[in-house]
Each structure stands twice: as structure tokens, then as C-alpha cells.
């Protein structure tokens, strides 16, 4: 197993860790302890029918035969650990790691973020079932998915497409249903690296929310496709020199990079089924690099 697919997995691998050493502590609890318990009796009643019974030799005694063999004492130590990591990573947060500039200026290669798992609804883990529904993703959320394509890789996008929402993105502008989103320049952002670059920098207002994005002048408008779409309901939308409008279906979003003109995203690999969603990013824990990252992000 690559050690992708080791990741891709932790969920699974979790959980039957989880079943492992829970079943040996049950086993060990209900079975293996009475038994202990009572061999201890019967031999602490033997040893006093033949008068050889003093403190020191009960305590002893005791100790010895109460003893766990040490497959079972350390996966009794582990069961409630690893239950709880279960849990928590399962239904509550989950930790990612950025691994690309796709969502500069937002999110920088190397932030640890946190994931919300339960805002979006209850999912079962590993089959990744629905089964409590909660809130329903916003526009202009952050959210992790499991990519279209291969689902045991996650992606992180901004959602700018709802159900049913129609999306144009053409000569660098958004539009959704028609509204025009506004654009503020910001200062350049720098690219930090052994090449030193630029991207010019813009606030982007669609409706209440804003946040910033970066783009490129020397790359196109367009999308080159290389050929037709090849995505579930790519008849949905219609590629131009100037860009792309597509038509979002029902039950999937369409999602884009801060990073517009550094971010494969829903103009390349088509729209995110509502069932390939992990959950709303919403907390730096940890940047190695830059600890002035840690904290809350649009």
C-alpha cells in the first residue's frame, strides 16, 4: 500500500483498530477477568485450607494471577484512545494539510487546517452516508471534498455555484445568476520561492461575503480543454475563448481556487456531488513556517 493510499485510508484503518482492540478488551472484561477472578479465589481458599496464607503472599499471589498477558493490557490501553480519535475525527473535526498554492492568498502551502465535519450533516464514516442533515453549504464557503475523480484524494475549493445556480466566469469576472461580483485591487501579493513573483491581488464582494483572489496577467481568460469536457453533465456548460458558464445540477456545486489562474478546479474536472463532501474548513492550527497564520479565515 502506497503510503497515498495509507492516508486515503486512515479512516478505515481507524476504525478497524478500533474493532481490533475493542473486541479484545471486551473479551478480556466479560470472559477472561471473571476467570482470572475466580482461579485467584481458588487458590487464595487452597492456600489458607493448608495454613500457608500470610499478607504478603495473598498481595502477591493476586498480583500474579490478575496479571493481563501483554497483548491484551496494551490493546485495552489503546481501545479508548484510538474510540476517541475515531469519534472526533469521524464527526466532529478533522485535520488536513495544504499541499498547493491553489487557494493563495487564503490558504498558503503548509497550513494545517481544521475541518468541520457535522456543520454539513451527520455522515456515516467510511461508507459516507448522510444520514442527519444540518446546514446546507453556503456560496463562498471553504469546503474539502473528495475529488470527482478519484475520490480517495481530497480537494479544498471555495463553492462559488449552488444547485441549480448559474455560474459565468469570463474575462477573469464571476457571475452568479446574473449578479456581477465587485472587484477592489489590492496590493500585489508576493510569491515567495526561489523565483520571485507576482500576482495581482483583488478583493472579491458576491453579495455579503468578500474575500481576496489572485490572478495573473499573462495567463488567458479561457479554459483550454484539450478536447470536450469529459465530466458527469458536462453538457451543462459551454466553454468560450473568454471563458466558461455552466449550469449547476441538482444535488452538486461548483467550486474554484482563490488561485483562479493557478487552481484546476470545476472549469477542469467538472461539479462535487453533494455525497463526495467532507466537511467546511474554518481554522489555521498550525503553519510550521509562519505561526502568525494560526487562526480564522473567510
Not at 496464607?53 to 498480583?63: G, I, K, P, T, V
Not at 450533516?121 to 453549504?137: A, C, Q
Not at 459565468?168 to 461580483?181: D, Q, R, T
Request: hydrophobic share 40%.
Amino acid at each position: 500500500m502506497s503510503f497515498q493510499s495509507l492516508i486515503s485510508n486512515f479512516a478505515l484503518i481507524l476504525f478497524v483498530l478500533m474493532v481490533v482492540t475493542g473486541v479484545i478488551w471486551a473479551f478480556d472484561r466479560f470472559v477472561l477477568l471473571p476467570k482470572r477472578k475466580a482461579n485467584v479465589s481458588a487458590a487464595l481458599q487452597e492456600l489458607e485450607k493448608n495454613g500457608n496464607l500470610d499478607q504478603a503472599s495473598r498481595s502477591q499471589l493476586e498480583a500474579s494471577m490478575m496479571r493481563q498477558p501483554v497483548w491484551v493490557e496494551y490493546s485495552g490501553s489503546f481501545f479508548p484512545v484510538i474510540a476517541l480519535v475515531f469519534v472526533l475525527r469521524s464527526f466532529l473535526f478533522e485535520p488536513f494539510k495544504i499541499p498547493s498554492g491553489s487557494m493563495l492568498p487564503t490558504l498558503y502551502v503548509g497550513d494545517f487546517i481544521l475541518v468541520n465535519k457535522f456543520t454539513y450533516g451527520i455522515r456515516l464514516p467510511i461508507l459516507d452516508k448522510k444520514i442527519i442533515s444540518v446546514n446546507e453549504p453556503q456560496r463562498g464557503d471553504v469546503m474539502v471534498f473528495r475529488f470527482p475523480k478519484d475520490p480517495s484524494q481530497n480537494y479544498i475549493k471555495r463553492i462559488v455555484g449552488l444547485p441549480g445556480d448559474t455560474v459565468v466566469y469570463k474575462n477573469k469576472k464571476l457571475i452568479v445568476n446574473g449578479v456581477e461580483s465587485q472587484y477592489e485591487s489590492q496590493p500585489e501579493f508576493l510569491h515567495e520561492g526561489p523565483q520571485l513573483s507576482y500576482s495581482k491581488q483583488f478583493n472579491e464582494k458576491s453579495g455579503s461575503l468578500t474575500h481576496r483572489i489572485l490572478n495573473d496577467d499573462d495567463r488567458p481568460a479561457g479554459i483550454a480543454m484539450f478536447g470536450e469536457a469529459n465530466f458527469p453533465y458536462a453538457d451543462q456548460c459551454i466553454y468560450e475563448i473568454e471563458g466558461v458558464t455552466c449550469k449547476v445540477p441538482a444535488g452538486h456545486y461548483f467550486m474554484m481556487g482563490d488561485n483562479r489562474d493557478n487552481s484546476q478546479d470545476s472549469r477542469f474536472w467538472g461539479f462535487v456531488p453533494d455525497q463526495n463532501i467532507v466537511g467546511k474548513a474554518f481554522f489555521i492550527w498550525m503553519n510550521f513556517s509562519d505561526l502568525k497564520r494560526v487562526g480564522s479565515f473567510q
